[in-house]
């Protein structure tokens, strides 16, 4: 039977519910695990496939374009299978997407990777149109935010683990496949070691995809409720009558452009920062973790909006500070590069100490993380307000628009073989301008005139 949305926790089962919003928080962690595994994958496949900075950041654009081709796509999908069964099938796309690794690894063909790339993106486009609404329907209307905040912050937790897992097991001992030292191989020699690297990522995407098949089998009978959303376009059916489109709403239009420039720059900040650590004079072994720092900050930076949004701060607020920070960061990481610093950490009634070198400008790169975390919940309902019966179709754009994530980091990659991995930083700063503008007035636009 359909799930309607809204109910109040005492017309169903508080056992049901609490199982309901555990599947969902799974998902949401998935999510987290299989996006931010791109920060390990850009810097593993540029140096094992022997790729340039530019085409390395194809990894993040094949992930991220599918949210673009698939958004609307995934509606109709849905439509036709119902939520439970599309979400299943999400996550069978993604294990297919892993398994696709497999013959990429023993080829070494970039196309093969990009490839299982894309049809993992497409798995979790499924999944995201599918999961999304389920945690606002799943439970009161006036509990909502702290579901969607839970659920966030098990996205973030998943970021955090996962560079750090697939870095143990692939960034190993990396830094001896230097490129002068493979210069210096012979032809036989160096496809022997890069053939050696690239089976390393073998055996954890086919963990991953067993573990996605064994879900999407326990979801397919678990007893998560369908839901129909149908119902939802009744209530605002007489809203906005004379509007014949949804490009007739600025909020919405600018906030396309917000979400997209706003995904771009987290990418940027997650996906780019082991291979600036690198440039920066750290080892893989150091680096590896930088990702895992930005996702932290982000984790930190979810919290605040919890404790601060709305009972000090409202969204619009808190993403026009948000913004300003993103703008003071991305400077700061920009003028300190090259600066090292020492941090010691002393434990004095252990008479331990540990002190561990880190660089200003590695550090305002982590910290962006903690200006990008409540973007997202920030702007997407600054951007649907008022859209009434093209809410659906508003929201299928503001899905379309994480392509942002696949193209920006395109941009920093090609930036960096131009000037320098620095200076390619320079792109985040309009990115940021633009979303403090909409935090500032462009959310309030209500027409173009």
Aim: proline share 4%.
């Amino acid at each position: 039977m359909a799930q309607q949305a809204g109910l109040p926790l005492t017309d169903r089962s508080k056992g049901n519910y609490i199982l309901s919003i555990t599947i969902i928080g799974i998902f949401f962690f998935i999510f987290g695990f299989v996006t931010w595994l791109n920060s390990v994958l850009i810097p593993f496949l540029k140096i094992a496939c022997e790729k340039n900075n530019f085409e390395s950041y194809f990894v993040a654009f094949a992930f991220y374009i599918s949210y673009f081709v698939m958004a609307i796509p995934s509606s109709f999908v849905l439509h036709k299978t119902g939520f439970k069964n599309g979400m299943s099938l999400g996550l069978v796309l993604m294990a297919i997407g892993a398994l696709i690794f497999i013959p990429a690894a023993y080829s070494r063909m970039y196309g093969l990777f990009l490839t299982g790339l894309f049809v993992q993106g497409t798995g979790l486009a499924v999944l995201q149109t599918a999961s999304n609404p389920y945690v606002t329907i799943l439970g009161p209307l006036e509990s909502a935010a702290k579901r969607i905040s839970i659920m966030g912050i098990c996205n973030k937790i998943a970021g955090v683990i996962s560079p750090l897992i697939l870095g143990a097991i692939v960034l190993k001992g990396m830094d001896r496949y230097d490129k002068t030292l493979l210069g210096a191989m012979d032809e036989l020699q160096k496809n022997t070691m890069l053939n050696e690297l690239a089976g390393r990522i073998i055996l954890p995407y086919i963990i991953m995809a067993v573990v996605l098949v064994i879900l999407a089998v326990l979801l397919r009978f678990s007893a998560l409720p369908d839901i129909d959303t149908d119902k939802e376009d009744v209530s605002t059916s007489t809203a906005n009558a004379g509007k014949k489109s949804v490009f007739q709403f600025p909020q919405l239009v600018l906030g396309v452009v917000a979400i997209f420039v706003y995904v771009g720059v987290e990418v940027v900040a997650v996906d780019t920062i082991i291979n600036y650590g690198k440039a920066q004079g750290f080892t893989f072994e150091l680096s590896k973790y930088f990702a895992s720092y930005t996702l932290i900050a982000m984790v930190l930076g979810y919290i605040i909006g919890i404790i601060t949004i709305p009972k000090y701060l409202k969204q619009e607020k808190a993403l026009m500070i948000s913004a300003f920070l993103g703008i003071v960061f991305g400077v700061l990481a920009i003028i300190t590069a090259g600066i090292h610093c020492q941090a010691t950490f002393s434990m004095a009634f252990a008479g331990y100490s540990l002190t561990l070198p880190f660089d200003l400008s590695v550090f305002f790169i982590a910290l962006l993380g903690l200006a990008n975390a409540i973007m997202w919940p920030a702007i997407w309902p600054l951007a649907i307000d008022g859209l009434g019966r093209f809410t659906k179709i508003g929201s299928s754009l503001l899905i379309m628009a994480i392509a942002g994530g696949a193209l920006l980091p395109l941009l920093y990659g090609r930036m960096v073989d131009l000037f320098s991995p620095q200076q390619a930083y320079w792109i985040i700063i309009p990115c940021y301008m633009f979303i403090f503008y909409y935090a500032l007035s462009g959310h309030k636009l209500r027409s173009w005139k």
